[in-house]
């Protein structure tokens, strides 16, 4: 059975920092892209971050500069550090896991509520 279960949301106020766990079981976790979305009330559920299989990369430009994706395999864990943060990244996040092979299942966490507010 495969489980994301995401930690370290919280309030926090504008300016400061995060950090935020997705523990991956039940998958070989080298396996697959690691990505963190979230969704604001109303709002789509957006990426905020991915890192690939091979490590690379890539964030939305709205938190570029402000947050870092990474990856242990041999935690199985994805983190994402949010430094700087905006009242505007309110929302809940969630983890996601894609195989790096097209046609496999893609899997989701529960989400951890972020509010950034003073």
């Known amino acids: 059975q495969v489980q994301l279960a995401e930690s370290g949301g919280g309030l926090v106020q504008p300016g400061g920092s995060l950090t935020l766990s997705c523990a991956a079981s039940?998958?070989?976790?080298?396996?697959?892209?690691m990505g963190w979305y979230r969704q604001a009330p109303g709002k789509q559920r957006e990426l905020v971050a991915v890192?690939?299989?091979?490590?690379?990369?890539n964030y939305a430009d709205s938190v570029k500069g402000r947050f870092t994706i990474s990856r242990d395999n041999a935690k199985n864990t994805v983190y994402l550090q949010m430094n700087s943060l905006k009242p505007e990244d309110t929302a809940v996040y969630y983890c996601?896991?894609?195989?790096?092979?097209?046609?496999?299942?893609?899997?989701w966490g529960q989400g951890t509520q972020v509010t950034v507010s003073s």
């Open positions: 890192v690939t299989t091979g490590g690379d990369t």
């Open positions: 039940g998958v070989t976790f080298r396996l697959y892209n």
């Open positions: 996601n896991a894609d195989h790096w092979r097209p046609g496999f299942n893609d899997y």
